[in-house]
């Protein structure tokens, strides 16, 4: 049998991996990293080998269904079409175009069919009614470099493969191969680091594999960051040890800052945080003393109460030490398509627009998504009575997930473009299944510009599409035709992604209409399949400068509002415990739970407690435990763990297959539970709407005893 190697990058997660594909007999029989990218030289997880799952998994959608009932019926392309464009247009005219909301899911961003494409009919459903993941995972980032650079993707990212001292908080890339900092192999990056005699320090309430390769580690009560942070950049003033740059950058709201930090002293620091005032000093001394060094937080500083101001501090710690645009310090990207410059125009909106029932402010046209069950639920002009999901989960992935997840039975119309029938999906009237990725084109648009180092890769499809059915973007292309239908329209013009890449490469930076010796377009990266290096990051300030002024605004107005909300926040009851959440390599949020691959071997989905806090309570380590908070009460079982600081427990997210109707449990897993039955809607960053999945404060005790079991039915005499 004749076998084929296809090279690829991998579009599980942020890090873009090159993978080498062989294919057999028209299947995959084998998947490892490719050695030959300029990137991730060989590397890869174990989640890459599982995409050979995903593909032959016999669970996966691949015609229209349509409800029917409590059952499903496929149907054929053009009536899917027909009715779905027909349904929600139906809606639209007897309840207004907000009567519909769309929510779209991580994986948009991975397949970039739908970012090219998913518009040609989102946009003609006319609502302001738009939620995504983002709001539950990096929207302090977006805004904050919105404020200070004036544009949200100006996001400088640590330059790893050059510092000599990483800062890490909230954060655990062991586990996560980056995120807003696309990393593949970050273990030996980490080496090199330590080679040349640069230093890591991890910040994080668990000590997480991250952690664990660190030079040091300091547990911090979850929640809390912000206050080490402002007592670093409250060091950094008292003890003169800022050098602000880059060079030539006016830097606006400067001197008001030692005056605004005063109060944020390390002694304050360490009450709320745990950490030593001491600790705080020395570790801001030595990072300003570093030849070169960046901080980077994550998951763990975006995704609680207080993300953007988290998320400021850190701009600040790398703009006040003179790290800000150097090389070894945090840097932008300069990516071959869709960079980030005073020449685009997406830069970013906070605030245009206030939502319904909360009046949350809207960030670039989305709102929080915490607030989307709320929009259905509540009744009145602009209520929500349609969903339109796209490659998402938000019932296992948004807070208080169960609320919206008894929202959806009541909806006159759920549209789901997914390949799998999920927790969310289950709830849809039509669902309309996409080829894999492996079955389409792909390059990747979103993470180049987050990358630690500058490189572009086009890969041509590793299989053959399956008769009849359709890629992302054409299914998009087919419901804006049918809709255009309605109108009495022609269909709307649609160029295939890999012609518009073509158009965006030769007029990008390194197109021959720059001047550029790399003239990419297409034909340049189909010939070279292993990706094509364009060098590492470089000081690019302040030309790429979008503020109004050209400078970098350090004092954002909302700010000082954000200094005393922090301060207002009561001290932790004795003995109160905070939820945070929990990565695992072989984990991917909600959706690779159905590969045996990925989920043989030791449990993962088991709560992480420290033994003191069990003890405390009169929980055994292994045993059942009830986890309560205002939103929900989930049982679970425990292990105990000397890696938790006391007073924080961790659940991972992504789990809770239990629900009846789905596709995403195997019979040999355990199914766990969702940490969003207890992450709350109205536990925000009250400034942005983010959600606030960690630091969450939830009751722990003993589950009562299983009911005993029914007696055995006697075997037959
Ligand atoms: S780290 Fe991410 S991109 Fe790399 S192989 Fe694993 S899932 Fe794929």
Redesign the pocket.
């Known amino acids: 049998m004749s076998a084929t190697i296809h090279y690829r990058a991998?579009h599980?997660?942020?890090?873009?991996?090159g993978?080498a594909i062989r294919v057999e007999g028209g299947r995959i029989a084998s998947i490892q990293?490719d050695p030959d990218d300029p990137f991730?030289h060989g590397?890869?997880?174990?989640?890459?080998t599982a995409i050979a799952d995903i593909q032959d998994d016999p669970d996966r959608v691949r015609r229209p269904l349509l409800r029917d009932g409590d059952t499903w019926r496929e149907i054929a392309w053009d009536e899917a079409f027909a009715l779905a464009a027909s349904r929600l247009r139906d809606i639209r005219e007897q309840h207004g175009a907000d009567a519909v909301a769309i929510y779209r899911g991580n994986p948009n961003v991975h397949n970039w069919g739908l970012m090219t494409h998913a518009n040609l009919f989102l946009k003609r459903l006319g609502t302001r009614n738009h939620y995504s993941a983002t709001s539950a995972d990096q929207l302090p980032h977006h805004l904050i470099c919105l404020w200070m650079y004036g544009h949200q993707f100006l996001q400088p990212i640590p330059d790893i493969d050059r510092t000599q001292h990483l800062l890490l908080i909230g954060y655990n890339p062991m586990a996560s191969?980056g995120s807003i900092m696309t990393v593949?192999d970050f273990r030996g990056r980490l080496k090199k680091l330590h080679a040349r005699g640069g230093r890591m320090v991890v910040i994080d309430p668990r000590r997480t594999e991250t952690a664990a390769v660190a030079d040091e580690h300091h547990f911090v009560r979850p929640g809390s960051d912000a206050f080490l942070l402002l007592a670093m950049l409250h060091v950094i003033f008292d003890e003169a040890l800022a050098t602000p740059g880059p060079a030539g950058v006016r830097l606006r709201g400067l001197t008001e800052l030692p005056a605004l930090l005063a109060r944020f002293t390390p002694a304050l620091a360490e009450s709320r945080t745990g950490i030593a005032a001491t600790d705080i000093r020395r570790i801001t001394r030595e990072f300003a003393a570093a030849p070169s060094a960046a901080c980077h937080g994550r998951m763990g500083v975006s995704t609680q109460r207080f993300g953007a101001l988290c998320q400021w501090a850190i701009q600040l710690l790398n703009l006040l030490t003179g790290n800000l645009d150097r090389e070894g310090g945090t840097l932008l990207t300069h990516p071959a398509v869709m960079g980030a410059g005073p020449e685009d125009r997406q830069r970013g909106s906070f605030a245009r627009k206030r939502s319904r029932v909360r009046g949350y402010p809207d960030f670039s046209g989305e709102f929080p998504v915490a607030g989307l069950a709320e929009e259905m639920l509540t009744p009145g002009d602009g209520q929500v009575r349609a969903l339109v999901t796209v490659a998402g989960n938000p019932v296992l992935s948004t807070p208080n997930g169960a609320r919206l997840e008894a929202a959806l039975p009541a909806l006159e119309f759920m549209l789901a473009v997914d390949f799998y029938l999920n927790e969310t999906t289950r709830h849809a009237t039509l669902i309309l299944p996409p080829t894999t990725a492996l079955e389409h084109d792909h390059y990747d648009i979103a993470f180049h510009r987050f990358a630690v180092r500058n490189t572009t890769r086009y890969n041509t499809p590793v299989l053959p599409r399956p008769e009849g059915a359709l890629h992302d973007w054409e299914i998009f292309a087919g419901l804006a035709k049918a809709d255009a239908h309605l109108e009495g329209a022609s269909a709307p013009p649609v160029t295939p992604p890999a012609q518009m890449l073509d158009v965006m490469l030769q007029s990008g930076p390194y197109g021959a209409a720059a001047g550029s010796a790399h003239a990419l377009d297409l034909a340049a990266l189909e010939a070279a399949p292993h990706g094509i290096d364009l060098g590492p990051l470089r000081p690019s300030l302040p030309g790429r400068l979008c503020t109004e002024d050209g400078s970098i605004d350090c004092l954002p107005s909302a700010m000082p509002g954000e200094l005393e909300r922090l301060l207002q926040q009561p001290e932790l009851a004795p003995g109160q415990l905070l939820l945070i959440g929990r990565r695992h390599v072989r984990s991917?949020n909600s959706w690779m739970h159905n590969s045996h691959r990925l989920l043989k071997g030791p449990r993962r989905d088991q709560l992480l407690a420290h033994p003191a806090d069990l003890e405390a309570r009169g929980i055994v380590d292994g045993s059942d435990v009830l986890l309560r908070t205002r939103t929900g009460e989930v049982r679970v079982m425990v292990e105990a763990s000397t890696d938790m600081m006391p007073g924080a427990i961790s659940l991972p997210h992504g789990w809770g297959h239990d629900r009846p109707g789905t596709r995403m449990a195997t019979a040999a897993m355990h199914p766990g539970v969702s940490a969003n039955d207890l992450t709350d809607e109205l536990w925000l960053d009250e400034l942005c709407g983010n959600a606030a999945l960690n630091g969450v404060p939830v009751e722990l005790s003993p589950a009562p005893s299983n009911p005993a079991p029914p007696p055995l039915a006697p075997r037959d005499a």
């Open positions: 991998c599980l997660c942020e890090a873009i991996c993978l990293g991730s590397y890869i997880c174990p989640k890459a191969n593949p991917n």
